[in-house]
Structures are given as structure tokens and as C-alpha cells.
């Protein structure tokens, strides 16, 4: 007989939070490109989103080095953020979108960097 499945502790669905632009934070100046969609992803014993910038990846990196997010969270063209540290991101300007936005912005930004697809520049 398999094993019983584990059951998944609860992660409630963020509101219309994701149609509302926050207030900019008070460490991070008002027009900022970061946004983040929903942790939706269970890893490692927690929920897990994404963080982009549809600025630079420069951008970016000082964003997830604002929240503390070590440079090993970040992956091709995203960092992987744990649910709480989302509430600070948002409280720091970070926008909400749902994950379909986040990568249709991130691909007009020309950001994007699919699976085994290498950087520009790199061969």
C-alpha cells in the first residue's frame, strides 16, 4: 500500500491585493519595477514566489538585498522568496501581480531567461 500523501499546511489566497500598487516604502524609492506574484509554491517546508525586477537585474538584486534575501535565491532572471517575507516586500514598494503578469513583464522588459536558454553574452 503507498504512503498517505502529507498534507499541505494552509496557504490562504492573497485578497484584490494584487489589483492595488502600494504606497512606496519608506527605504525604497517610489517608482520601483519589483513585483512579486503569490507564494503558491511548497518547497522545503514553506511556501515560495517569485521576485522580479521589469527594470534591471541590478535593480533587483538591491531590492532582495534590502530584504535580506541572500544572493543564492536568485535563479536565471528571479528570486525565490519564502510568505513572509512578502508582506515586506510589498510594505517596501514591491508590486503584486499574478504570476502570468509577472513573466508577461519580465519578457517585454526583455529579462526573461528561460531553462536552458544562456544569458546574452554568455555561450
Request: proline fraction near 12%; glycine fraction near 6%; include cysteine.
Amino acid at each position: 500500500m503507498p504512503p498517505a500523501c502529507p498534507t499541505l499546511p494552509p496557504n490562504p489566497r492573497p485578497a484584490d491585493r494584487s489589483l492595488v500598487a502600494p504606497a512606496a516604502g519608506p527605504t525604497y524609492p517610489a517608482r520601483v519595477a519589483i513585483l512579486i506574484d503569490a507564494a503558491l509554491w511548497w518547497h522545503r517546508e514553506r511556501w515560495w514566489g517569485h521576485m522580479v525586477s521589469d527594470e534591471s537585474y541590478a535593480e533587483l538584486h538591491a531590492f532582495a538585498e534590502l530584504l535580506g534575501v541572500p544572493r543564492r535565491g536568485f535563479e536565471r532572471d528571479h528570486y525565490d522568496i519564502p510568505e513572509h517575507l512578502h508582506e515586506a516586500a510589498l510594505e517596501a514598494g514591491a508590486l503584486l501581480v499574478s504570476s502570468k503578469e509577472l513573466v508577461t513583464r519580465l519578457t517585454a522588459a526583455g529579462l526573461r531567461r528561460p531553462k536552458g536558454r544562456p544569458a546574452p553574452g554568455e555561450v
